[in-house]
């Protein structure tokens, strides 16, 4: 089964943090026929005192699940350690903006074969971001760029979401791009919007947060979308598509 195909655009949606299985049958059965499923069972926060994930515990729940359930795991690699752990559960790995820089990481990813998906760093230039790149690079996977937006000194959204990346890494290299509108922009009322911007400039998909209650979420709950907006982004993404000469896949 390929990933990112060519004139495709992937949604990949779930909540930020996996905090239990009801959660992620919501999610699946909002979404009947969904394919990709992101969800965090390791998490880095800035406060050691935030939720950091089920870890052990949510590798044991989602391996049930992905017993009756069949759907593509999108999950976040933190450290060594959770490499080795999540690796019979998770099926596209995501290295997270914190973990940009950590070239050890990177360079045990280009041992194995799954794709990942590279978020930019917090600050990276798209210099830094592709050489990063590199390091996970092998013969044997692949890595798609995430654009997730860019520390900036405008403050009424959590970050600068830099289209113009996806421009650049679409003309001048072979990466697929995606786009992460939520931690881009930090607000739910601005998704949509930059959801759209993201498919006419030539973006591969997008990695979107969403959770069956947002206001109980464990983490980014300002940012998740609801169930049935997810299904209104997918439907007018759905509709937008033929005008961009691209499939949307979800
Ligand atoms: C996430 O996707 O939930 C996440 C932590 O993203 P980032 O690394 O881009 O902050
Ligand atoms: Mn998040």
């Known amino acids: 089964m390929g990933h990112f195909l060519d004139n495709t655009f992937t949604i990949i949606s779930g909540p930020c943090s996996f905090e239990g299985q009801d959660q992620i049958r919501e999610h699946l059965d909002c979404l009947e026929t969904s394919k990709y499923l992101r969800a965090g069972i390791f998490k880095l926060r800035t406060n050691k005192d935030s939720f950091q994930g089920l870890r052990a515990r949510g590798i044991e729940q989602m391996s049930a699940l992905k017993v009756d359930h069949n759907f593509c795991l999108v999950s976040e690699v933190v450290s060594m350690q959770s490499l080795e752990a999540l690796k019979d559960v998770v099926d596209i790995i995501q290295v997270g903006t914190r973990n940009m820089y950590n070239y050890e990481l990177l360079k045990e990813l280009s041992k194995q074969s799954k794709p ?83 498919m006419a400039i030539g973006a591969d998909g997008i990695l979107v947060e969403a959770h069956f209650n947002p206001a109980q979420a464990l983490s980014d709950a300002h940012q998740a979308l609801t169930l049935p907006q997810l299904r209104g982004l997918i439907q007018n993404l759905n509709s937008l598509a033929p005008h961009f000469n691209k499939k949307v896949v979800f």
Not at 161 to 184: F, I
Not at 185 to 190: A, C, K, L, P
Request: glycine fraction near 4%.
């Open 116 to 198: 990942v998906i590279l978020k930019r760093g917090l600050s990276a230039t798209i210099d830094e971001w592709v050489q990063a790149a590199q390091y996970i690079n092998s013969d044997e996977n692949q890595v798609i760029l995430c654009e997730r937006g860019i520390r900036s000194f405008e403050s009424k959204y959590r970050n600068t979401l830099d289209l113009n990346a996806v421009s650049y890494l679409k003309q001048k290299t072979n990466y697929k791009v995606l786009v992460d509108p939520s931690h881009g922009t930090g607000n739910t009322f601005m998704i949509e919007d930059l959801s759209k911007a993201s």
